[in-house]
């Protein structure tokens, strides 16, 4: 492995907390263990950058690994080891349980097969993790030949145990030091590298799905969804890298197991673990009829009742799956929530709950390729940094820097706060170092992320979610900018949210041998005067469009943009086709608003299309064939259609069908199609 800039910087500034990731694969395929037991050690005796050092060290974890862990078929082997020794030292998930009959807790060992081992009372108080679904330790096992001759004797007893977890207070004190060494794409590639993957050829879209997958590990009481293929890592996270998680693989979950066990009063996951995954979610299923009632009432509050007793947790609940068909097709056929449970799929409540879903479609699958063999954090650093963030929040980043829209409700804002705070501390650690772009990267992510939660519940058919254009505002003189879901529009189809200020959608009515065609003008404005078309070679027509909007423009700037002054700024405009049709032509009075509107720093309604052409005088030219370019509309999928007046007549001939489909709207003049244009 050839160090690069990010592992120099990681090994000037943590020093002792560093592995190497190739060499946690190479033993982690070769011992029955999870990732974060190997890193154990590997952080122990190989975080160096020294090669010798590794060399030395990894002598020893690899034999500890091979000496105290036992591969399938050598049970037996442990087991007369500390017959003849008197004990023995193995790695092995430790469970325990209270035996009534005896009035004596058990400790169960499954590598050694072994379900009644003694344990003291002392042990299990301190590691109460034992009682639900308990950890990986290193365990010396004692064995006892006086109590191997008695009547149901139990000869196995844990001397003693060292949970497989670093628990130092100044974890995190290090970690912010740390991270004001690295700008924060570095960072985020350094936080890829920690929990395996090599980010060099992935997306930015990839990238953040990844980095979202962090956020249950350091905000409490989040509740996230991943739906998507196969062979994505999704359960990965939750099982190999943090001893502070726990799966449950796809089955039966009991209320006592998650909750509490009335019986014995017994906190369950949701109190003892950071965060609990559901694996295979859409064969979860519950032990009592009301246990989704009961989880539904956790992820909202925090809290679940036993009897009269209101317990508090923040174990965040993640529910991953996998996807049977492809995204576009599923939409076609139901909704995002589809391979849900029954009881959870069309639950819109159940749904509210959800803080973010996880584009798990914007996940590569795993491979080779995708591994990283460069440095990246030890596993138990990195969970123990992960725990001690729980303990702090970053939602107040936001007061009086970031307003979100109307569209976004109570829970919407709660949920889009819990995400940005999830993310801003998982890249900004130290919170000094928080930027505006850091700050608006983390808010378009969790808009998104919650957005699509809010889009399903909206195809579900509840009134009340219908308004899903989520937008924000960065400061008071921001502009508004509005946040889609990706999957639910095609590139050269139509969404319904507003475009950014200065971009409008336009058709073509074509002519001679052109047909016509589906445009998108893009304008921005700055300092300087005059229009700059960024297209090479420049369309003549479209040339010609333009400047009969530029002179329209300054000859009628009071009526259309107020007091501010076109000829005081610089336009630059591209064109970009999304049909055969190249030419631009006839476009004037769409290519008028997308000025005014960059100038203005305002949007045009969503889903409208723009139709008409403006000579120099001010007046609209006639269109030859509305009844057409209304039926191409509804076929991108526009909602609406703004037409010069004069081509109502014509748009009788439209069937009834395509009528009910488009709110088509008509405007008399330039001024009219502005007003009508922009949003309220």
Known sequence: MEMDHIDI?????????????????????????????????????????????IDEGLEIVQRQLASRTVKAGEEELFKARARENGEVKLIDLITARLD????SYVATLPSLRLTDVRISPELVNAHERMFTGGFYAEITLSYDAVIAQEHKGRPFGVVSLREIQLSKRDVLDTLAKARQNFTSAEWKEFLLRSIGIEPAGLSDRQRNALLLRMVPFVERNYNMVELGPRGTGKSHLFQQVSPYAHLISGGKATVARMFVNNA????????????????????????????????????????????KESIRADGSIVLVGNFDVDVEHQQRVGHLFGPMPPEMRDDTAFMDR????????????????LLTDHFGLVSDFLSECWGQLRNQSRVHVLQNKVFFGGALSGRDTNAVNKTVSGLLKLVCPDESITTAEDVEWAVRIALEARRRVKEQQKRIGAAEFRNTHFSYVMGNDGVEKFVSTPELQAENCIGTDPLEPGQVWAISPGGGDEHPGLYRIESNEGFGSGVKI??????????????????????????LVGDKDPRQHEFTVQLRSFDASKSGSKLGVA???ALCTALLKKSVRGGLIVVGEINLGGSLEAIHNPVQIAEIAIEKGASGLLMPVACRRQLIDLSDDMATKIDIQFYSDAKDAFLKAILD
Request: charged share 25%; net charge neutral.
């Open 354 to 369: 959800i803080h973010a879903f996880l584009p798990g479609w914007d996940v590569p699958k795993i491979s080779k390729e």
């Open 264 to 307: 014995s009063g017994q906190r369950g996951l949701v109190c003892q673990y950071d965060v609990v995954c559901f694996d295979e979610v859409s064969g979860v299923s519950f032990d009592q009829k009301d246990g989704v009632n009961i989880m539904k009432g956790y992820m909202e509050s925090g809290e679940f009742s036993r009897g």
């Open 534 to 559: 960024l297209n090479k070679p420049v369309p003549p027509a479209f040339k010609e469009s333009m400047g009969y909007a530029e002179q329209n423009l300054y000859a009628r700037a009071m009526q």
């Open 100 to 103: 009534a009959k005896t009035d």
């Open 591 to 593: 290519i008028l608003i």
């Open 9 to 53: 910087k990681a090994a000037s500034s943590l020093e002792g907390y560093l592995v190497r990731k190739d060499l946690v694969r190479t033993f982690s395929r070769l011992f029955p263990v999870p990732t974060y037991v190997v890193e154990f050690l590997l952080g122990r005796y190989c975080a160096s950058t020294d090669r010798s050092e």
